[in-house]
């Protein structure tokens, strides 16, 4: 089975604009959940999509939303960028059982300038 | 809510040798799930290790092994006849009722040839 795939690798943006991170699951996941993870925070959970439907949220500002397609692919859309956005977004897929492993793709490097 | 702690920033252990990760969790949950994942320079995050709370035997995986305290609340990884391979950044992390992983700041293993 081929593994999480995260697009687009790299971005960079400026100040005030908006991005769209794109992650695929492995082939019969339905659980999709997004991470930052910066030097200083470490990894943290910002939500996760189980069938098309938000099932949990991390402690983040409403600049952060997702969504999640109905073949399980899932987008993260952060608003009006800060500084401190830049990160690696990782995102990690489950078949959405509770006690599943989660397994990650190889992450986006935002960097906003 | 779940906190896992990770207080040493660096190890360095000499290719062929043990080395030990340490890792102290704490949780309110009767049910959880702990993790070890390994973060290698390229970024991709990897599954090595899992463990059941409910399950007294520590799990194994080929080299990896876990010395799981339910009682202190310790989750630490042991690495038997390290290799090259195994420099990398490792992270405790667990999960409760909900999905949603919890990491340590997570802990940079480099290995001496």
């Known amino acids: 089975k081929a593994g999480v795939t995260q697009t687009p690798r790299y971005l960079i943006k400026t100040r005030g604009q908006q991005v769209t991170l794109s992650c695929s699951p492995i082939?019969?996941?339905?659980?999709v959940s997004w991470y930052q993870q910066t030097p200083g925070q470490g990894l943290q959970f910002l939500f996760e999509y189980f069938s098309e439907t938000q099932r949990n949220k991390g402690n983040f500002p409403g600049r952060f939303s997702g969504r999640q397609f109905s073949n399980s692919r899932s987008e993260m859309n952060v608003s009006t960028l800060e500084l401190g956005d830049s990160a690696l977004y990782l995102c990690?897929?489950?078949?959405?059982?509770?006690?599943?492993?989660?397994?990650f793709g190889p992450g986006t490097r935002l960097t906003v300038l | 809510a779940q906190t896992v702690t990770q207080s040493q920033p660096e190890m360095s252990v000499q290719e062929a040798e043990t080395v030990t990760l340490s890792c102290t969790y704490d949780t309110s949950e009767s049910d959880y799930y702990l993790f070890w994942y390994k973060q290698p320079p390229s970024r991709q995050m990897i599954l090595v290790i899992r463990q059941e709370a409910y399950k007294q035997q520590n799990a194994t995986e080929n080299r990896f092994s876990v010395n799981f305290q339910k009682a202190a609340k310790s989750f630490s990884l042991k690495i038997s006849d390290s290799q090259l391979g195994d420099a990398a950044m490792y992270f405790c992390?667990?999960?409760?009722?909900?999905?949603?992983?919890?990491f340590g700041k997570g802990i940079t293993l480099s290995v001496r040839p």
């Open positions: 990690a897929s489950s078949t959405g059982l509770l006690t599943d492993t989660q397994y």
């Open positions: 992390a667990s999960t409760g009722a909900n999905s949603k992983l919890t």
């Open positions: 082939s019969g996941h339905r659980s």
